[in-house]
């Protein structure tokens, strides 16, 4: 997702029902009985969500708030288009890769994920899509005749948990496996329509990751067909007509808290 002002003026429901999801888990996190917590949101993008849900979440007592992005376009739209509260800051940290979290931030956090909770413990909620049938329409066009030649790596554009069968207790597992407990998990059967071409196009170009790969005068031609295999797919998701499904997104999001499993929980 590197085109900030298309993604920060779409799927606004989807970023609503996030944000509530958001709210209600919200009630679970663990504050620092005498406040100065240090905070930390992983994937920021252009900052409506942040701004919106996050922050208003925050306690007056809280130490740090950080917004980081993988994108430096991301933070730039961010930085331009708000003002960034005090004790708050922005910074670049990319958590895909094993070895490239900041030393410096490494165990400073209560609240985000396990190598930056503080060493005591900490707790973090997550929001994510375990499945979205953009996941689907990603996999099944890479696989086409007639796009497949562009299309390269669309595991990146892919969720782990997409073909899972039961992807809330896989992701389960992965955490108890990580360190975490405490673990409360849901999830919530979305449908999001978008009403006609033209804006269904300008919400799903910004996280298409694959329309990159297409030559600028195919862009249409592919469009028609991946929104195609989207209403196929929502069809078959959410068992729809395929007049029904058209120019729709079914998405399964997660919403997950849980806690730094500490020294005392690991010993015992």
Not at 204 to 225: A, M, Q, R, T
Request: aromatic content about 12%.
């Amino acid at each position: 997702m590197n085109k900030p002002e298309l993604y920060h003026k779409s799927h606004s429901s989807v970023k609503k029902d996030a944000g509530q999801l958001l709210r209600k888990f919200a009630s679970k996190l663990q504050w620092r009985p005498d406040g100065g917590d240090s905070v930390l949101e992983i994937g920021c993008g252009p900052g409506d969500v942040s701004m919106d849900y996050v922050y208003p979440l925050m306690p007056e007592n809280i130490e740090k708030l950080i917004f980081s992005d993988i994108s430096s376009k991301m933070l730039d739209f961010f930085k331009n288009n708000y003002e960034i509260p005090k004790k708050c800051h922005l910074r670049i940290i990319n958590i895909a890769k094993e070895n490239s979290l900041p030393p410096d931030m490494l165990g400073q956090f209560d609240h985000n994920i396990f190598k930056l909770l503080r060493s005591e413990g900490g707790d973090c909620i997550l929001t994510f899509f375990g499945y979205n049938n953009i996941f689907e329409a990603n996999h099944i066009i890479s696989s086409s005749p007639k796009w497949s030649a562009y299309i390269t790596n669309v595991n990146r554009f892919v969720s782990p948990l997409h073909n899972c069968s039961n992807p809330k207790e896989t992701f389960c597992k992965m955490m108890e496996d990580s360190g975490f407990c405490n673990i409360s998990i849901e999830v919530k059967e979305g449908i999001y329509y978008y009403d006609n071409f033209e804006n269904f196009k300008e919400n799903i170009i910004p996280v298409c990751g694959i329309f990159d790969f297409i030559p600028k005068s195919c862009h249409d031609e592919f469009l028609e067909d991946y929104f195609t295999v989207m209403a196929e797919t929502t069809a078959k998701k959410r068992g729809l007509s395929l007049r029904d499904s058209m120019y729709a997104v079914a998405s399964d999001m997660f919403v997950v808290y849980s806690q730094k499993r500490n020294h005392d929980q690991t010993t015992k």
